[in-house]
């Protein structure tokens, strides 16, 4: 009788499918260079999402937060502050509201204005903390908590004060720009009114131009001191810097020197960061301390603005002369947002970043004007007199939030050779029913086909307060890890995702976090 002979294994019927885990784009939107030579954890489009360290989080919505102060969009969001912030206030329709609780048809504490584009900063003198305006035609406005002065008592302003542009303060004095001209006028020690001494500056311009506004530059230090230096900008890109403290005393004064930059994106063209200032201007969004010390040539490699300088580029061609260029930061979330106004004063895109670790994105859907931080918060006003608040809740004042990401493509370590992807799945969590739609984008195409899976049929989410206790386990955010196929063939590949939080609710904590995708495919042969 014949020996049973073992099974030898079939070779040519063994698994190939390879698993392979692709790590969320944490770097950020990059379009610097080829699509092909993009680095790795990047993405080519990363639309409504913010770069954390560890994931891509789908950004919050925004809610209406006051209505009804006329037809047209909100210009101007100023704040007012004597050491904690005590009151925000929108400029449109041609008069100021106070915005600082929400509500319908918010309270007009000044009237009968020339324009809503106003520049202001918050100034202690006399004991008092006041909120100083100006808008290049109406007088300079004050406001010291309680009441409202539409009367400054600036004098010697030649034009007068109704043509100071912009505002700041630099070695406890008030400084002002005057619209059109290449002169700023500043007031005595400590005083909000008197008689306003000039400087001249236009011998100092090599290019001509106007000056467009001024700023505190503290070298040394986040606050203010001994050390600080005065920076004023010209509509040409000129960079004028001062020390000293009296410009009427040549002892006590000193011009330091002239350095080219790039031409400013409005009047709101200065943001102070810790003890430096950003330039936003249309060579990018440039540190003071880097512009001084490199040449002009490199500008763009050390920008906010160097992972998507094409794209920087395109917006600055396109809506460089749009008014509502301007930033702002949520510090609790490691945030900055730049405004790009597409069509002035109706819609906007906006550049993000990470200010932990300099990663960008886009959002789009938040149509702002202007924006202002309020008490730890961020808003932006918008069309027909609304003030939004932003980063809150679940949808878009009622409408979905779409957020797309294309992550650089990934030849997995063999360029020339054609793969076979079977089966891809998404590694997230989220407290909402919303399925990413993967569409896996070939050989440096645009993605096509999106496909979701069902997670409701995954895993069912249990609502607090809703859901009976010790009958189910109650969830706050989910991890997800459905599989779904991805039957694609190509030699590079890229998982492009979307997102839509939909039925949302304005009060809900929205969390909707990508971490990474698993993929198994097989090789094939060499691409021809």
């Keep these: 009788m014949p020996y049973a002979q073992a099974l030898r294994p079939n070779l040519i019927r063994a698994p190939v499918s390879k698993p392979i885990k692709l ?6 939107w990059y379009t610097a260079s080829s699509i092909a030579e993009a680095p790795e954890e990047t993405a080519l489009i990363c639309q409504n999402w913010f770069c954390e360290p560890d994931a891509l989080r789908v950004r919050k919505g925004f809610q209406r937060h006051t209505f009804g102060q006329g037809a047209n969009p909100v210009e101007s969001l100023v704040i007012h502050t ?17 915005v600082s609780v929400p509500g319908f048809v918010p309270t007009a504490v000044v009237t009968g204005l020339t324009n809503n584009r106003f520049q202001f900063i918050n100034f202690a003198a006399g004991g008092g903390a006041y909120l100083v305006m100006v808008n290049g035609a109406d007088d300079v406005i004050n406001y010291d908590g309680t009441t409202w002065t539409t009367t400054s008592g600036i004098t010697g302003v030649t034009g007068g004060p109704e043509s ?3 505002v700041f303060q630099y070695k406890e004095r008030l400084w002002f720009v005057q619209d059109g001209t290449t002169d700023v006028w500043y007031l005595p020690v400590n005083a909000i009114s008197g008689t306003a001494n000039k400087l001249a500056c236009g011998a100092l311009l090599d290019h001509g131009g106007k000056l467009i506004a001024g700023i505190n530059w503290s070298v040394a230090d986040a606050g203010t001191g001994k050390d600080d230096l005065l920076a004023l900008i010209s509509d040409q890109g000129e960079l004028l810097i001062f020390t000293g403290t009296d410009p009427a005393d040549a002892a006590a004064w000193n011009y330091i020197g002239n350095y080219h930059v790039g031409k400013p994106l409005g009047y709101r063209c200065f943001f102070k960061v810790g003890g430096d200032v950003l330039i ?26 160097t992972q998507f300088w094409p794209d920087w580029s395109t917006a600055v061609r396109r809506y460089g002369r749009n008014f509502g260029w301007q930033m702002v930061t949520l510090p609790g979330a490691n945030m900055a947002i730049l405004n790009v106004p597409t069509v002035e004063d109706a819609e906007a895109e906006q550049f993000v970043w990470n200010v932990a670790t300099g990663a960008p994105s886009k959002f789009t859907g938040l149509n702002a004007v202007c924006w202002a931080q309020y008490n730890d918060e961020i808003y932006f006003g918008g069309g027909h007199g609304r003030v939004y608040k932003a980063e809150t809740g679940a949808n878009d004042a009622g409408a979905n939030i779409v957020a797309t990401l294309l992550p650089a493509y990934d030849d997995l370590g ?30 440096y195409g645009d993605p096509a086909n999106y496909a979701a899976v069902d997670i409701s049929t995954v895993m069912t989410v249990f609502t607090w307060d809703v859901t009976p206790w010790d009958t189910a386990p109650w969830l706050g955010a989910a991890v997800y890890r459905p599989w779904q196929s991805g039957n694609t063939l190509g030699s590079a590949i890229s998982p492009a995702t979307r997102v839509t939080i939909e039925g949302g609710g304005a009060a809900d904590d929205l969390v909707y976090r990508l971490f990474a995708w698993h993929l198994a495919y097989e090789d094939g042969g060499i691409v021809g």
Aim: glycine share 4%; aromatic share 4%; charged share 20%.
């Design 414 to 443: 063999s360029p020339a050779i054609m793969k076979h992807i079977k089966l891809v799945k998404a590694l997230y969590e989220t407290n909402v029913l919303s399925a990413p739609e993967i569409a896996i984008a070939v050989d």
């Design 164 to 166: 100071l542009i912009n």
């Design 280 to 305: 936003i201007c249309d060579a990018g969004i440039l540190p003071i301390s880097k512009v001084v010390n490199i040449d002009k040539a490199v500008f763009s490699k050390n920008s906010l603005t």
């Design 82 to 98: 004597d050491g904690t912030q005590t009151g925000m206030f929108s400029v449109a329709n041609e008069r100021i509201c106070d």
């Design 23 to 28: 790590p969320a784009p944490v770097k950020g």
